[in-house]
């Protein structure tokens, strides 16, 4: 290691060979390159289990899976999708930008970031392993659902959710490396004149998002501590047996929960922010108060837990306080939304793939966030409660949220990342069919949440089943038009038959990061520059 | 670990020390400070481990703490422990409350289990002695534990157990059956509104003691 580093001392663009290159990298672009790859990867591969489950419910009845498999997928789609894809997709976009949007050489902890990254395959392996025994008949894989609530975990859960345990264990410790890492970078390596305020907003929202990670985190780790000596070392925190109670695990997982829904948007209103005053060619509107909004937020989160519990027989007091604090929340969000909206009012717009997928964004988070709202409320609640109302809601906020969120990001970086413009008709063509197949997959599923059809069931009654059928044609379109995107990508980066990005990019780009060369050299800024 | 993970690699931009308190001192408007680069990260570093490890522990602290919750404000429908009995308790003899009893099982547990009586009357202030009926019916000692509830939870806070069996372990040989007593009063406080108390329990295998319990369902079956 030490040759290397001497090494380094004398060719400053001397990138190392091979694969230890990736196994040993210290730079922070080549692992944010990973971060992206490994989600790209777990992207598909929570997208397959996704066609799965919905190639099932095509049509009443059992076609493909018996339900005990079914329970299996709903639950690994759903922890691959949070914790596989958004989350380091996210981790990834922030190793790649925020260095160079702040003036920094690198991120602080450059081995720890090596660390936090190749904990990632590990604890997925682990995870997927569990499938792949399940699917070669040796006992089920988790099928407790993503929010593994005990007693189906605990008393009830499979053998194999011990090694769930231990995957989430491991993913914790990787997030809460990385989150210590973004915090350091950006409190310790910001360039001189960049003061706090003066930050471009996709660092302030990680800055923030990482404090949510290292409070939340350990309580995560905590409470799959606690299955574990239930399972095997005879406490009882989630037994009424031996005097714990059950809807102690709901408190104890959604006080990690709820900020962690937060974790999973606010980098991506990050990436919006710094898209929108690109493409409108004008400064943010209200900056101060998106920093604000996005603070609050975070603080909300903590005090809003109890409405995924609304229906544990919680005195009337509490649900009130939950619903009048959840609320709240929609003032700083409709800040944020309005600050956006006012972004590009009266701005010279122009709409290539980036400025696309960020007015989709804006447009469909928007339709999510209505809808939490209705969710919200107790009494209303009471109905929608573990329907599809509820998987309406969250897809809206997640996939045209959050997963719009990091393609728009994707389109608006890589010529950054790689010294190439990406094939525009492509971004087009992926965005088209995307927004549009994602509304044929999600929006049927408020009204078959309304009319009473229940979650996490592979069968249903026949009345629901023309809109259970749209759903999974829109499905099918959405999963294989993602394909484009890879095949975007893969273009993009070999750069053959595209066109050469400028520094700038973008007409209106503005930052620090548009000052370096595209591709961005291998160590970023080794001088600091100088903001004013 | 700190020097570990603190241990930058320096090829990428190794700045003097001179040079990283400039920053710093710009960066932070604060007071130019003789920091090096590398104590900065690792007081970041030590402060945010910290919260790591306080929040962990936040997370096993939340259990007491809800049960501290729980009992201050009666919620859950938790009746407290073992009581006294006042001396001088009024009995409110204007009105009557009917108190309720059930009895179930936790699915493994191969016990039967139910109240002696299905409900009294009551007044408030007046103590009240009523027995449930256990028997095991395997060929096992199994040992259970019962967790008593109150609905409506909010009338908990005024219901008193003297005495119960489910303050401890019952422990019951191969068909062996009792009597268990439970003694109770209500606060005279106890809220206008508040007419019918429903008191359930639920019995559970003793965690420990499932592979006795387990072992006698073929028993139960052979005795049929």
Same mark, same amino acid.
């Not at chain 1, 050489?105 to 902890?109: G, I, Q, S, W």
């Not at chain 1, 070392?233 to 037994?239: C, H, K, P, R, V």
């Not at chain 2, 003297?162 to 489910?166: D, L, P």
């Given at each position: 290691m030490s040759a290397v580093i001497e090494e380094h001392h004398d060719h400053h663009d001397h990138k190392p060979t091979g694969i230890g290159r990736w196994l040993f990298s210290t730079n922070h672009k080549d692992i944010g390159t990973m971060y992206l790859w490994f989600s790209f990867i777990m992207f598909f591969i929570g997208g397959a289990l996704a066609l799965v489950i919905r190639a099932e419910l095509f049509? !009443?009845?059992?076609?493909?899976?018996?339900p005990e498999m079914f329970n299996q997928l709903t639950t690994l789609h759903g922890l691959i999708m949070v914790f596989g894809v958004i989350m380091p997709a996210f981790v990834g976009l922030a190793n790649w930008m925020v260095p160079m949007m702040i003036g920094a !050489?690198?991120?602080?902890?450059p081995r720890m970031n090596n660390w936090s990254f190749w904990l990632l395959p590990g604890a997925f392996g682990l995870l997927l392993a569990s499938l792949a025994m399940s699917l070669m008949g040796m006992g089920s894989a988790p099928?407790?659902?993503?929010?593994?609530y005990a007693p189906l975990s605990?008393?009830?859960? !499979?053998?194999s959710t011990d090694y769930f345990i231990f995957s989430v264990h491991m993913m914790g410790i990787s997030s809460i490396m990385g989150a210590i890492n973004i915090i350091a970078t950006i409190m310790n390596l910001?360039? !001189?004149?960049?003061t706090y305020m003066k930050m471009p907003i996709f660092v302030w929202t990680w800055f923030i998002t990482a404090y949510l990670l290292i409070a939340v985190m350990p309580v995560l780790a905590g409470v799959v501590t606690m299955m574990l000596t239930d399972r095997h070392?005879?406490?009882?925190?989630?037994?009424a047996a031996g005097g714990?109670?059950?809807?102690l695990f709901q408190h104890v997982f959604w006080f990690f929960g709820h900020p962690e829904v937060y974790i999973m948007i606010l980098p991506s209103f990050g990436i919006i922010s710094q898209i929108v005053p690109t493409f409108a060619r004008k400064?943010?509107?209200?900056y101060s108060s998106m920093v604000y909004a996005t603070s609050s937020i975070a603080f909300l989160s903590f005090i809003v837990w109890a409405h995924h519990m609304f +229906?544990?027989?919680?005195p009337v007091a509490g649900e009130l306080f939950f619903m009048y604090a959840t609320m709240l929340i929609a003032v700083p969000t409709g800040v944020k939304v309005f600050n956006w909206v006012s972004t590009m009012w009266k701005g010279s717009l122009s709409f290539e793939t980036p400025m696309l997928f960020a007015i989709a964004f804006i447009f469909l988070f928007t339709i999510g966030g209505f809808t939490g709202l209705m969710l919200a409320m107790t009494p209303a609640d009471f109905q929608? $409660?573990? +329907?599809?109302f509820v998987v309406a809601h969250f897809h809206y906020v997640l996939v045209s949220g959050a997963a719009f969120g990091i393609m728009a990001g994707v389109y608006f970086w890589i010529p950054k990342w790689t010294g190439n413009m990406y094939d525009e008709s492509l971004g087009i063509w992926h965005f088209w069919l995307s927004v549009i197949s994602i509304n044929v997959l999600f929006f049927p599923m408020h009204f078959l949440g309304l009319a009473g059809m229940p979650r996490r069931i592979p069968d249903y009654s026949l009345q629901f089943t023309e809109f259970n059928q749209m759903a999974t044609v829109g499905a099918f379109v959405f999963g294989f038009s993602q394909l484009i995107f890879l095949y975007n990508v893969i273009k993009t980066a070999r750069g053959k038959s595209v066109e050469k990005a400028t520094? $700038?990019?973008?007409?209106?780009a503005e930052g620090l990061?548009?000052?370096?060369p595209s591709p961005a050299?291998?160590?970023?800024?080794?001088t600091p520059p100088q903001v004013k | 670990m700190d020097i570990a993970l603190t241990g930058? /690699?320096?090829?990428?931009y190794n700045p003097s020390a001179g040079e990283i308190s400039e920053r710093l001192g710009t960066i932070m408007s604060a007071p130019p400070k003789q920091n090096h680069g590398n104590d900065a990260n690792k007081k970041v570093i030590i402060q945010l481990m910290f919260v790591v490890v306080g929040m962990f522990g936040f997370g096993f602290a939340l259990v007491p703490l809800y049960d501290v919750f729980c009992d201050l404000t009666?919620?859950?429908?938790k009746t407290g422990g073992q009581v006294v009995m006042p001396a001088e308790m009024k009995v409110d003899s204007s009105r009557e409350i009917t108190v309720e009893f059930m009895a179930s099982l936790n699915e493994t547990m191969p016990w039967s289990f139910y109240p002696d009586v299905k409900s009294v009357q009551v007044h408030p202030g007046q103590p009240m002695k009523i027995s449930y009926y256990v028997k095991n019916d395997t060929n096992n000692e199994i040992v259970g534990q019962a967790i008593p509830s109150l609905a409506p939870g909010l009338a908990a806070p005024y219901f008193h157990k003297?005495?119960?069996?489910?303050f401890t372990e019952q422990i019951l040989k191969a068909g062996e059956e009792k009597h268990m007593p439970v003694v109770f009063f209500i606060d005279p406080?106890?809220?206008?509104? /508040?007419n019918v108390l429903t008191l359930s329990y639920t019995f559970f295998i003793?965690?420990?003691s499932e592979a006795a319990a387990s072992l006698t369902d073929n028993s139960k079956h052979q005795d049929l």
């Open positions: 049509q !009443p009845g059992l076609q493909f899976v018996e !050489p690198d991120m602080a902890l099928n407790f659902g993503w929010t593994f605990t008393t009830f859960g !499979p053998a910001r360039a !001189p004149g960049m070392f005879g406490t009882s925190f989630f037994n714990g109670d059950p809807v400064k943010i509107f209200g +229906t544990t027989g919680m929608y $409660q573990d +329907t599809y520094s $700038q990019v973008w007409e209106g990061e548009w000052t370096l050299p291998f160590h970023s800024f080794t | 930058t /690699v320096p090829q990428l009666g919620l859950n429908g003297t005495e119960c069996f489910c406080t106890i809220p206008k509104d /508040v003793k965690p420990g």
